[in-house]
Structures are given as structure tokens and as C-alpha cells.
């Protein structure tokens, strides 16, 4: 027999590839939009909302308090992928002017360039195209759907575990990114009788969702999937429970893409990264289902990893955690080099219990989309600084003492206007100290500090 010189069989080449790559590990990264941490049961959630997103947790690690570096979905998805805080990345405002520079670091390409296939299920690079970047395999499943928002986790899983199946000797870093519970809330009707206990979801009594109407978003979900043949809902709690059920939908369809690692052998060599962008405000502080405003049911979101044999089952981190370590601890996890350009500290050790390190003492967030604010959380206080009066008409200046109103429902700041004088004084030397750094210390730069600050927080830099 003849064998053909020159050309290595197909399995060769393969059986090569996984002694090449063999130890290497896999990470599977889920996102999912718009999830606040407090509905879901493994953060103490009433509801049934999560069987399946505490099971991951049991197997692995939970971040009690992860929380957003910036909001909404595009200055956060940049934070994940760069481990940049947006004041260096720069792109703080949602479908902002702002483009990322190219030589910012990217998650993606970091392991594309270390020898890792590269896909991502998301449609974020429709939008911008950076998020794309160090993908070979980009699968978009909400060209089929009206919106971008629409696609449903078994869209993405269909294709997501095809893609597994055709790739499973190969190491691979994978990205989901999945939107159901993100507004429009629409759950299928088989998940429509969960977590309603409510009399009358369109009494026409109920008033309380009227100032809602008077906002864009509000006036259309109240003609389109707020509506019914008995009128538009009315009862907030109903609305909730569409968001819920939202929860639980996506949750039900966890078990098939974990148990397609679980069929190809993979579940032992992969990290799963489970993180939300940003939370959702169910009418808290008159911000009705939208992810603006620094509150905690936008900023603290679930963070949960599994790594059968590193990461010790049952654990829970209390560190106050944020969005721009997600990108070093992964690189480290993957035994990658973490760029310097990162500003965030990888918490592996804490997710494998080698070392204590990691977890901050204050962390910093902003919000320069629909609002310009900053604000610092400590372990007991967070402030919050309005640049300009909100839409929604709340306070210039919040106090919250989280030890004993974790709801934010008390503005201290004129009781503890000390508080408030210190931690204000933190935050602008934190935000002048790194403007400085990012654009310069030119006379000009610094006669135009404020300006400068007015426009990076309007997305204008
Ligand atoms: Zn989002």
C-alpha cells in the first residue's frame, strides 16, 4: 500500500492537535442579559426562578457581591472582555460615539492568539463591531428574530451545542450571550402561570405603573405585550412575574448545553464562567424595567464558576468583586498571560481556595447613558453622584448605609452630609486621578477638567 507522501491523515493531524493542546482548558462563558442577582434562588430568591443556575452554583463557586464596573450592555460587555474600567476603555455610553482602540486587550483574542478555537453565540457585533474581535466562529441566531433582543436561549443553544459536537477535540473559549430576560418580557405561554398570585393584573384601579406610561419604552409595552383583551396590565407584581418567568425559561435550558459537555467528555476540562452584564430596575426609585440608575438591582449581578476538581463545590465568596477581574481570572485560570493594560486583579485563588487575595475595599461604577452618575460603594455605604438632574427626578446626591437598608430605600446624605463629604472627595480624586492618566496633564487638559469629565461621561471623548 501507498501511502501519500506529504500529507498528514486527517486523525493524525487531530490525534497530534489534543497532544499538542491535551491539557489545556476549555472555558464556556454565559452571559446573560439584563439578570439581577436577587431573583434568582441561590441569592435568596423567594421564587422558583433558578433550579438549575444553583445547581451550577452548588458545583462550584458564587460571588456573594459582583458587581458592574459600568452600565448598560455595551460599556459593560467592553469591561468583561477588556478587564478595563470604561474610564480607560472609554466606552462608557450604550451605542456610544466612542470606538475601542485597538490596542486594548481583548478576552477573545487573548485566547485566539494562544492556540484556542474561538466562538461566540451573540449578535453585539451587529451593533459594534469590537465585539467581534478574535472570533473565528461568530454564530448570530437573531438574524432569524425582529430584534436583537428576541432570540431565545434554545435558539442559541441549538446552534451553540452543534458547534461543541463539531469542535470537541479542539480547546476552546466560547462565549454565550443569552437575552431572554432582557424587556421585553415574553416568556412562552407554557411559563405565563409562574409567580403571579395577584387578583387582577389589569385592574383598572391600579395606578401604579402610570408614570411609566409616560416613558417610550413604557407606552409601548403597554400597547404591545402588556396588552390584553381586558386591558393593559396594570399590577407591577405581574410584570415581575413575566421577568421571572423569563428566569426560569432560560434556566430550563441550562441542563442541555452543561450536558452537552457532560456527552463529549468535557465537563472535567472546562471553566464555566456564568456573569449578567447588568440587572433590571423593577420600579425601584420610579425606574420601571430598565437598567439604568447605580441601584443594586442594576449593579450587583450573579457571578458563578465551576471547575470540577479546582474550584471547591458549595463555595461562596463574600468579597466585593467587579466586573473587570472577570478577564485576568480567566486568563489566569487558563494559564495565560494577564496584560498589563488590565486594570482588574485576578480572583482565581479565590475560586480554587490557593490564596486570599483579590476583593476590594471600595469600588467605583458609572452609568453615561441615559444618566451621568458615579458611584462608590464601600463595604457599608454607597454614594452616588449625580453630573446632571436625572429624568426620573431622584436626588443629585444619595447616602445608603447597605448594613442596614440593602434595599437603598433611605437617602441619608443630608443626615451624614460628613459621609457624604468624604466619600465625595474619594470619587473625584479617583476620577481626576485617572482622567489625568488617560489624557494627559497639559495646562489645557487641566483648565478643562470639567469639560473633559462632562464629555467622557456623555460619551463624547
Ligand atoms: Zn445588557
Known amino acids: 500500500m501507498v501511502e501519500c507522501s506529504g500529507v498528514t491523515p486527517i486523525n493524525e493531524r487531530r490525534r497530534r492537535r489534543q497532544i499538542e493542546v491535551g491539557n489545556k482548558l476549555n472555558v464556556l462563558m454565559i452571559t446573560i442579559d439584563s439578570l439581577r442577582a436577587d431573583h434568582l434562588g441561590c441569592y435568596g430568591y423567594q421564587h422558583h426562578t433558578s433550579p438549575n443556575i444553583d445547581q451550577l452554583a452548588s458545583e462550584g463557586v458564587l460571588?456573594?457581591?459582583?458587581?458592574?464596573?459600568?452600565?448598560p450592555t455595551h460599556p459593560s460587555y467592553t469591561t468583561l472582555y477588556t478587564g478595563q474600567h470604561a474610564i480607560r476603555h472609554k466606552i462608557v455610553a450604550h451605542a456610544g460615539k466612542n470606538v475601542l482602540a485597538r490596542e486594548a486587550p481583548f478576552l477573545s483574542e487573548l485566547f485566539m492568539d494562544a492556540g484556542y478555537n474561538t466562538c461566540a453565540a451573540?449578535?453585539?457585533?451587529r451593533a459594534r463591531l469590537w465585539f467581534g474581535r478574535g472570533y473565528e466562529y461568530y454564530i448570530d441566531s437573531s438574524i432569524r428574530r425582529p430584534l436583537v433582543v428576541n432570540v431565545s436561549c434554545e435558539d442559541i443553544n441549538a446552534r451553540t451545542i452543534h458547534w461543541l459536537r463539531t469542535h470537541p477535540d479542539e480547546p476552546f473559549f466560547l462565549f454565550l450571550h443569552y437575552w431572554d430576560p432582557h424587556y421585553p418580557f415574553?416568556?412562552?405561554?407554557?411559563?405565563?402561570?409562574l409567580f403571579y398570585d395577584g387578583a387582577n393584573p389589569t385592574d383598572p384601579d391600579n395606578h401604579t405603573l402610570d408614570k411609566w406610561w409616560e416613558y417610550p419604552f413604557g407606552s409601548i409595552a403597554r400597547d404591545t405585550w402588556l396588552r390584553t383583551p381586558d386591558g393593559p396590565i396594570t399590577d407591577p407584581d405581574y410584570v415581575m412575574a413575566l421577568y421571572d418567568q423569563e428566569i426560569r425559561y432560560l434556566d430550563d435550558h441550562l441542563p442541555e448545553l452543561l450536558e452537552a459537555l457532560d456527552v463529549l467528555g468535557l465537563t472535567e476540562n472546562t471553566l464555566v464562567f456564568l456573569v449578567a452584564d447588568h440587572g433590571e430596575s423593577m420600579t425601584e426609585h420610579g425606574i420601571f424595567y430598565e437598567h439604568h440608575g447605580l441601584y443594586d438591582c442594576v449593579l450587583h449581578v450573579p457571578?458563578?464558576?465551576?471547575?470540577p476538581g479546582r474550584i471547591k463545590e458549595g463555595t461562596r465568596l463574600p468579597q466585593?468583586?467587579?466586573?473587570?477581574?472577570?478577564?485576568?481570572?480567566i486568563l489566569e485560570a487558563a494559564g495565560l498571560p494577564i496584560p498589563e493594560e488590565?486594570?482588574?486583579?485576578?480572583?482565581?485563588?479565590l475560586l480554587t481556595g490557593e490564596g486570599q487575595v483579590g476583593g476590594y475595599k471600595s469600588v467605583i461604577s458609572l452609568e453615561s447613558s441615559w444618566q451621568s452618575k458615579w458611584s462608590l460603594r464601600t463595604d457599608r455605604y454607597k454614594f452616588?453622584?449625580?453630573?446632571?438632574?436625572?429624568?426620573y427626578g431622584n436626588p443629585l446626591q444619595e447616602l445608603f448605609d447597605l448594613a442596614i437598608d440593602p434595599q437603598e430605600e433611605h437617602n441619608l446624605a443630608e443626615e451624614q452630609p460628613a459621609i457624604v463629604s468624604e466619600m465625595e472627595a474619594e470619587l473625584e480624586a479617583w476620577i481626576a486621578a485617572r482622567l489625568k492618566e488617560e489624557i494627559g496633564t497639559g495646562p489645557r487638559h487641566l483648565s478643562a477638567a470639567h469639560q473633559v469629565l462632562h464629555n467622557l461621561l456623555a460619551g463624547e471623548l
Open 63 to 71: 460571588a456573594e457581591r459582583f458587581l458592574c464596573s459600568s452600565i
Open 122 to 125: 451573540d449578535n453585539l457585533m
Open 342 to 349: 488590565m486594570d482588574g486583579h485576578s480572583f482565581w485563588p
Open 186 to 193: 415574553t416568556p412562552p405561554p407554557s411559563y405565563r402561570h
Open 384 to 391: 452616588i453622584l449625580s453630573r446632571v438632574p436625572d429624568f
Open 320 to 329: 466585593i468583586l467587579q466586573m473587570h477581574d472577570v478577564a485576568p481570572t
Open 303 to 307: 457571578m458563578i464558576a465551576r471547575l
